[in-house]
Structure formats: structure tokens, C-alpha cells
């Protein structure tokens, strides 16, 4: 029977450390909710002797996330444990996560100490955090360079002083995927007790090995995960909740389950990528706009007969409502003809092969083949469409102690009508007054805006994606003003939903 594989996030502590994305005790709130959702069994909040911040957040956190445990990081210092547990007062499932460096570069260079005195400070420290919680952690930092032997002496010792959890990070991300694995399976091979702890990975991405290392360490022994949203952290990142996960799910023959509510994934990326101020790139796995997209001909035509040809993951576990079929140069004759058929467009095989020798064409010379392109291809002229909603005006009023305002006008139907609206800058306030005239209700999924070139005067390309009753809807302009582009996009979003 498969084991239970906790998840421990630590996105609102090592993943906030990322130089530029630190958040205020609001939105750590807000993503340590979505995280209770998500059934995420341990959420790391903080480091909270580091600053009056972080022991804020861990304070109001712990007042209301109850069904995950709330876990705060200390030093090995008795001053970090005690301000620790004063944080962690009103948490419902409250842990410390304490610990110190067992490798000899740490040891010698960091402490200027021995390793039997690094051995001492260690069970010092889980037995001080003993005196005010049941649930204690210890990390070994820069386990992945620690040597084994004297590791599993450390393990044993800070077992028998009452920690339930023993954390071994590849703190800088050196360890290899058989390397970091064989060091788990030393443990639970040399360990005497290691049955009373939970062995934890944390891994650190530094040559791109994260996920593997983890996914090694969990083949190994390991029943405890350290990872967060997106891979964030600090150098090249953290192990990436959402790899882990679906590893797990997808591959039967790792022995684990967890609780993690998967639906929630896409939703988490970009409530992390929004607040952190941290794009996704586009290949990431998972959740990256790329990953369930498809531009080569012969990976289109597979996955319109069958998904599972070239997706070993349905889209939809994620929270990504389909996979897109993306029209390039090298697409083909199924993926033209599976959107035209998206815009009711429906052709004979001759219409097809005409049209897909023009739009071959056309894709050499355009990087990108809109829904306006398609239709052109088809002789359906932009008139008609444009008859349906177009923008006629827009006027913006921001700046510096002003209230963001914007007034506009569009044409539904050849009919024109006006609204103006405030918002949280002027394209929130545009996407208002869009909203209250188009009488939808529209949830706005993406929005990206590129620079063409650089410069003052640069042209702004915005991508837009929204949802409207479980369908998903694109827009495309570009503008040197990005706050028309922005408007125009989705307008143009909206108007395949007219």
C-alpha cells in the first residue's frame, strides 16, 4: 500500500528570499490560505527573529490557517527558539524548524568550530524547542556536502533529543539525483531510530537537478517534501511543489500519495507569480503558458486524435481547461482545420488544402497567425466581425495623488455606448468600464504584454486570455500606447465571446 508523502511549503520563507519579491503580511495571508486549500500539510511562514515582519505574518497566520501546521525557522540559537514559539502561540499545529551546518565548509569556515561541538549545539537546540512544542525539525544544513558517516551520527543523536522530523537539504544544489538518494537510503540503512522521525528532502536547484534529487530521495526513503509554488527561492530556486506532485501522480511506480488538491496548481502559479512580481517562464513545467501547447504539426495531429499521444498529463488536473494547439510555420493541415472549425468555419478538403497552402505563406512572414488572420483566410472580412464590438474611444485620467478613472466607448452591434469607471490603475479601471457595457461576466486569466523592440516609443504587444462560462477566449493587439493595446486585446477577447 502507497505510503503518505507530506508536502512542506516553504514559499512564504525560503521562497520569499528572493532579492525583489518579498511580500507583506497580507499576501503572505492571503497565499498561505490558498495553500490550506491546496491541503498543503506544512507551511513553513517565516524566519521570525530575522525580522518584526515575519514574526507579524507567522502571528496572524497562525490565527487562522487550523488544518495545516504552521512551522517557523530558527537557527540553532536558543534567543531564535524562544521568539519562535512566541510566534507560534496561537497556531492550531504548531512546529520549529531548527538546525545548523553539519558539512566541514560550514563547520570550518562558518563557525570556526569542530564537529563534535556542531553535534553538541545540535541536540541543544532540538531540546530546547522541545520545552515548547510536541513537533520539532531539525535541518542539517548542507547535508548534500556533509560527509555520511558523521550525517548519520548527527541524524541519530538529534533523533534521541525529541526531533520528529530530520530535514537533509542539498542546501546549494551540488548533490546528483543517485548521489542524494544513496545519502537518504545511508540514513535509513545506519540510522538505529530513524524510524522515529520522518526523513525530509530540500532541495536547491542550482544545477537543475531540484525535482530529481527530491523524486530520488522520496524512491529512497524520504516521506517528507520541502518545495514551493513555481520553484521560487533563492539562486536558481527551490524544488517546484507542482513537479513534485504530479510526478508522483503520474509515475505509479513511486510508492507515495499525497492530499494536494491539483485542480489548484495553475490558480497557485499565478497567485505566487502575481504578488512576488516573478514571471513564469513559458517551458516551465506544469505551469508554464507553453506546457500543454503545441506547435509542430506532428505533435497537433497527434493530440487531436488521442491527448495522451504527446501529453502524459491531462491539462485539466492542473487547472488548465484544454491544450492549445498553436499555429506556426510548421503546423499542420489538422491543427488549421481544428481552428477553423473553433470559429464555426467549416471546409471541403480542396477549401482546407487552398487555405492551408496561403496560410503556410502568411506563417513564414508573421511569428504569431490570429483569429483575424484565419478569418481572413477564409474570406470572411474583418467589416463583419468589427460590426460585432469594436473600440471608438478611450480616455485615461492617473498619475500621482489621483484616482485612476477611464471613459469608453465602444460599438456593439453598430450601436454605441459610453461608461466610465475607476480601478486600481487605468487599465483596471478600462477593463471596468468594458465590463459593465459587454454585460458578461468575465474572469481575466492572462495578460502579458512584450516589448517589440526598446525605447520610449517601443510598440507594446499585449496577449490577453479570459474565461467566460468554462470557455477560454484570446486577444491580441499592439499599440506604442500599452494602455490602448491592453483595451484593444480585450475587447478583442470579448468579441469571440459576441
Known sequence: MDQKLYVFDTTLRDGEQVPGCQLNTIEKIELAKMLESMKVDIIECGFPVSSPGDFKSIVEISK??????????????????????????FARRPRIHTGIGTSDYHIRYKFNSNREDILRRAVAAVKYARKYVDDVEFYAEDAGRTENEYLARVIEAVIDAGATVVNIPDTTGYCLP?????????????????????????????LGMATANTISGVLNGARQVEVTINGVGERAGNTAMEEVVMAVKCRKDIPVYTDIVTKMFNKASHSVSTLMRMPVQPNKAIVGRNAFAHSSGIHQDGVLKNRESYEIIDPMDVGVNDSTIELTARSGRAALK???????????????????????????????????????????TQDKIAQKIRLKYLQVVCGKNSVPMATVKLVIDGEECTATSGGNGPIDAAFQAVRSLVHRKITLE?????????????????????????????????????????VEAYVNAISKII
Open 338 to 380: 481544428h481552428h477553423f472549425q473553433r470559429l464555426g468555419i467549416e471546409m471541403s478538403k480542396e477549401e482546407l488544402d487552398a487555405s492551408y497552402q496561403k496560410f503556410l505563406q502568411l506563417a513564414d512572414v508573421k511569428k504569431e497567425i490570429n483569429d483575424s488572420d484565419l478569418l481572413m483566410l477564409a474570406g470572411v
Open 178 to 206: 543517485a548521489e542524494y538518494g544513496a545519502k537518504i537510503r545511508y540514513l535509513v540503512d545506519n540510522v538505529p531510530n530513524i524510524d522515529k522521525a520522518v526523513i525530509s528532502t530540500h532541495c536547491h536547484n542550482d
Open 64 to 89: 487562522i490557517v487550523t488544518e495545516s501546521t504552521i512551522c517557523a525557522l530558527t537557527r540553532a540559537v536558543e534567543k531564535d527558539i524562544d521568539v519562535a514559539a512566541d510566534a507560534l502561540h
Open 446 to 486: 492572462e495578460f502579458l504584454v512584450q516589448a517589440i523592440t526598446r525605447g520610449t516609443d517601443d510598440v507594446g504587444k499585449v496577449h490577453i486570455q479570459i474565461e467566460n462560462k468554462g470557455n477560454i477566449y484570446y486577444g491580441f493587439s499592439a499599440n506604442t500606447d500599452i494602455v490602448t493595446a491592453s
